[in-house]
């Protein structure tokens, strides 16, 4: 049992890994992720630095000023979680929400569902917070926001938007729609690798969360630690507290970048273009899409009902195996009844459209239909 | 307030942003992140793939297959945390306590107050874990192992050990050493850059979690759901629960495929070598090792007595400027005591260690001296 005697491994190096390493290339059309463009994978790549060094810190900043933008808001207590989007949920209510109050939630998909799952582990008695999803993706349905932020207020309510499968590709107005707390991916419309999460506080969220009485249950995702890493508490030093994902900070850098190159309100257009052009083309073809008003549709998600004597696993199985195109069926509640097409950043565009269009004519074409 | 009319957006695009992303190249001879080398930050800049798609779960095999064999385990129950080495710290504390259960931390540096940290916000009253950090990179100390997994199961404890800062550079065997949980970073001696977290769980631990009377406290790190994300649960389908870092599995995969070609004895040969050669150069220039216990120093992270006389902070200034070198002041507990080198992984090398003892020479040389 003394092991510095141990001379030798019980477990040999795995054969798996002595083989070269490759990745095909695919068009992720799917609810996400999305193609990553070279110049956001290229700057993943660039030379790793140091957690808090003078750059790194400066990058920081720089994401900080992009995520100010994206969200349309001023808070200072905007920042980059270090994980995907289901971390950035669970910062929000983690650091919002004490054992003994609870938590009203907008469940109209999977979103909704999750964030009910999240809030009920901490939360059992008294509405200190409402969460919405802007983008559903497991719809396709996009919320209106507007007068919500106003409603809350009146309730001593704060107001939590999911805006993972939307934001930049729909207009949000974090400020002005007086949203107390608004995260997002990156893996979406932002097209950088998962893994990072834009989030932004109000200061009546902020006041809730830096009064609290007990601590929050996670340390990894506790504000007071965050907002020190991230500069947002005016304090001169930031501390280690964990070490961010450098080069993924990279990547989120220069995807904010591109947002702000094109400008937010092209990128809103150019999503509502191309999603009217995709819907026109399905009808044209005799699909149906699922969300039937029109200005409920998300740009950047949409769902298609499931072609009636199909099997959707087959449509989507045959296009990915002959078009190199991920499409994607339903997921939570809309499993089995439609089928998912995401059009985010650069993906979204009419030549893409076309390409998906013809994918789908050749799969309803080759595949197995029932005469039932 | 009705915002479908508002037409123009409050926050203009940033102009920090529209400046050239640039990265400096640095040694990076700190106690991580470590420099990532080009195969491995190659393979992070390949093309996107879908989170569930067959060639991520492909690699995702192959990185359980990688972390097996760098644990020295047969654990079914292996994956990677998305997120960093804190992350898999609370999902490793998470999973297995429940309110009302306590913990006993060995407390000999910063992890051990983390974990202390993190577990009291949890865990009131009765002890079921144990938990040790195997490289204490705040002091540069490496723990023995041997024995305690078996005086802990004597006493129905689970043996939770933190390798982050070790693991590959100094010997551990999860299996033969009863280790219940262990995890490690992806940013030291394996040098991928922060964001995926590998962990791994004995049979024993796994019954504690799987028999909990209540949720894990986070939804995000619950085991049963990443027990199915990663294949470990043995059912036929994986389900969707969060999106991992896609292209940070790419970049841990080839991380773990160097390690397998290298092989860990090699590994671990090369960590012992070339700090043994570097704390000689150190004595030779008249330094003093912060631990003298030459058996007790942990190969990947030396602390250096900070000199006598100089302003640490004047030093690791100095040498950054002048020779393009992190090194690191010390954290919690050896703050202001010593000065930190990481020589992790690729950094780990003779060269490299004559570099670093030229420029601390030149940094004594010229630093400001005092008197006293």
Redesign the interface.
């Known amino acids: 049992?003394?092991?510095?005697s141990?001379s030798s491994?019980?477990?040999?190096?795995?054969q798996?890994?002595?083989q070269p390493?490759?990745?095909?290339?695919?068009y992720?059309f799917?609810p996400?992720?999305?193609?990553?463009p070279p110049r956001i994978?290229?700057?993943?790549?660039?030379?790793?630095?140091?957690?808090l060094?003078a750059?790194t810190i400066e990058i920081m900043?720089?994401i900080k000023?992009?995520i100010?933008?994206a969200f349309?808001?001023?808070n200072r207590m905007t920042l980059a979680v270090?994980?995907?989007?289901?971390?950035a949920?669970?910062c929000a209510i983690f650091n919002t929400v004490e054992s003994g109050e609870s938590v009203l939630i907008a469940v109209h998909g999977i979103w909704g569902e999750?964030a009910a799952?999240?809030a009920e582990?901490?939360a059992k008695y008294k509405p200190v917070l409402f969460f919405l999803t802007h983008g559903e993706s497991s719809t396709g349905v996009l919320h209106?926001?507007?007068?919500i932020g106003?409603l809350c207020h009146k309730y001593d309510c704060l107001f939590l938007v999911d805006s993972v499968a939307a934001l930049g590709g729909a207009?949000i107005?974090m400020?002005?729609?007086g949203i107390d707390i608004l995260y997002t991916?990156s893996?979406k419309v932002l097209n950088a690798?998962?893994?990072t999460a834009p989030i932004s506080f109000s200061e009546r969220a902020c006041h809730k969360i830096f009064n609290r009485k007990t601590?929050?249950?996670?340390?990894?995702l506790d504000l007071s630690w965050l907002a020190n890493y991230w500069g947002c508490d005016g304090k001169p030093v930031r501390s280690?507290?964990?070490?961010?994902?450098?080069?993924?900070l990279?990547s989120l850098?220069?995807s904010?970048?591109i947002l702000?190159?094109t400008?937010?309100?092209n990128s809103w257009k150019q999503h509502k273009d191309v999603a009217e052009y995709f819907h026109m083309g399905l009808e044209k073809m005799g699909l149906k899409l699922f969300v039937q008003d029109k200005k409920a549709r998300l740009p950047t998600v949409t769902t298609i009902v499931a072609p009636p004597g199909y099997e959707w696993r087959e449509i989507t199985g045959y296009i990915m195996k002959n078009h190199n195109i991920?499409i994607s069926g339903g997921?939570g509640p809309s499993l089995g009844m439609v089928l998912r097409v995401g059009l985010m950043g650069c993906n979204s565009t009419k030549a893409h459209v076309d390409m998906i269009l013809q994918a789908l004519a050749d799969a309803l074409k080759h595949c197995h239909k029932s005469k039932v």
């Not at 280690?240 to 993924?248: E, K, L, S």
């Open positions: 049992l003394h092991c510095t141990m491994l019980s477990v040999p190096p795995p798996c890994l002595l390493f490759t990745v095909p290339h695919r992720l799917g996400g992720p999305s193609n990553v994978s290229t700057a993943g790549a660039q030379p790793m630095l140091g957690h060094h750059e900043d720089h000023s992009g100010q933008y349309q808001t001023q270090s994980g995907p989007g289901h971390a949920m669970e999750r799952e999240m582990r901490i209106p926001i507007d007068g106003e207009p107005y400020d002005k729609q991916g893996q690798p998962p893994g601590k929050p249950v996670s340390y990894f280690y507290h964990h070490t961010g994902p450098i080069t993924g990279y850098r220069e904010l970048a702000a190159e400008g937010l309100e991920e997921l």
